[in-house]
């Protein structure tokens, strides 16, 4: 069998590992960690922890705590203000949540039993930018508590586009 018989399915299984790369790096967002290596305990400023972070659709929020002690609670802005989980619409107890922040609107969590010693935060969450240029341009997480990922990442698409072209090269 001649070389050139072998590497045509050879670059076509290249060029999809390179498409899916891709593809996978356009539509990963950040993990924003609750209060970085402090995790989700009382006696932290959490309101200035989210005011550092900016947060996008399609990012995760992750509360690190023992999972005995505390818990999370998504709550209405009433509940917040209150310390309390009349109108709770999520309840999380694990210890490692990974909350997907699926929406553009405000987020209320709250730890019930340590919401007066300051196991509250609120986070607003944006839009997507419309283009990949603004995604790379904007400001995406100012912290390095985050295990960030970037929405489009262009140089894995200018690695996918050149292998495109060699692989027509040698087609």
Partial sequence: MPISALRLPFLRLLLLVCVGATVTTLVSGTDHIVGANRG?????????????????????????YQKNQYNVF?????????????GAVGNWSSGK???PLDKAKRYYFICPNGCYNGMKVSVLVHPLPSSPTA?????????????S??????????LG?????LASIWV
């Fill in 40 to 64: 989700w305990n009382p006696g932290f400023n959490y309101t200035l922890w989210a005011n550092n972070h900016t947060f996008y659709v399609g990012d995760l929020i992750s509360f690190r």
């Fill in 149 to 158: 990922q970037d929405v489009f990442r262009p140089g894995l698409s200018i």
């Fill in 74 to 86: 998504e709550v209405n802005q009433t509940d917040y203000d209150n310390c309390t989980t009349y």
């Fill in 161 to 165: 586009a050149l292998l495109v072209s």
């Fill in 97 to 99: 949540d990974f909350i």
């Fill in 135 to 147: 995604a790379v341009s904007s400001n995406h997480s100012s912290s390095h508590d985050s295990s």
